[in-house]
């Protein structure tokens, strides 16, 4: 979407919520599907579904940019108002599909960190900087077979996607991160339960995962003062 010219100035569009298919088609090159821009909606106004029902190919991976956009637009917020959280991890019981997710993931990150010329672009990277992280966005893989990078821990107030099989986020929740030391395992779990929306991608096929997640959630809430 191009700057509006008034007054001989060039003005900015304010980033909202009407903007996300700008910023969908400036990353991806083609427009988002309607239950995308509604999911945007929901989600600056009511927080997340604990369910989300869709077919294979309508796109489900698009949830990674749903999530960057809605924590741009509420950057300025205190944390306890946001109704998206600093981290997204996209958890999925298969290593091609993690893959796949990150190809998609590292293509929003590059886009913010070269916007262009792209209003909207330059305005949620800006807007991201702003909760104190190194760059805009950063992208980790967790999963087995490969390098894992653990840069994402280094700080807590970096916006960042995670990509990872069940056992990596699962083993990292229980304080039993593998290939961490043990000084490094409440990092970890603390950083993943506190201000982290963890997607459960085709939860019928990680079951025991899903029953873990939800206990973790309710033992979080007999909290007197949650964090």
């Avoid at 056992?167 to 339960?193: E, K, T, V």
């Amino acid at each position: 979407m191009p700057a509006v010219e008034e007054g001989g100035q060039i003005m900015t569009p304010v980033l909202k919520p009407e903007l996300f298919p700008a910023f969908f088609e400036a990353c991806h090159g083609y427009p988002p599907f309607p239950w995308q821009v509604r999911l945007v909606h929901r989600v600056l106004e009511e927080g997340w579904p604990s369910c989300l029902t869709l077919p294979t190919a309508s796109g489900k991976t698009s949830i990674l940019d749903v999530g960057v956009f809605a924590l741009a637009l509420q950057a300025a917020l205190p944390p306890e108002k946001r109704t998206m959280p600093r981290r997204i991890a996209l958890v999925v019981d298969r290593r091609v599909v993690v893959d796949d997710a990150a190809t998609r993931a590292r293509c929003i990150r590059s886009r913010l960190l070269v916007p262009g010329n792209s209003p909207v672009l330059t305005q949620m990277a800006e807007a991201l900087r702003s909760l104190g992280g190194e760059t805009p966005l950063e992208v980790s893989v967790l999963r087995g077979g490969i390098y894992r990078d653990e840069r994402w821990a280094r700080t807590p107030t970096q916006p960042t996607i995670l990509l990872s099989t069940v056992d990596q986020i699962g083993s990292r929740l229980c304080h039993r991160g593998y290939g961490l030391s043990s000084s490094a395992w409440p990092i970890h779990a603390g950083m993943l339960s506190h201000d982290t929306l963890v997607v459960l991608d085709e939860a019928h096929c990680s079951r025991p995962f899903l029953e873990t997640l939800s206990a973790f959630e309710k033992f979080m809430n007999q909290a007197e003062h949650p964090i």
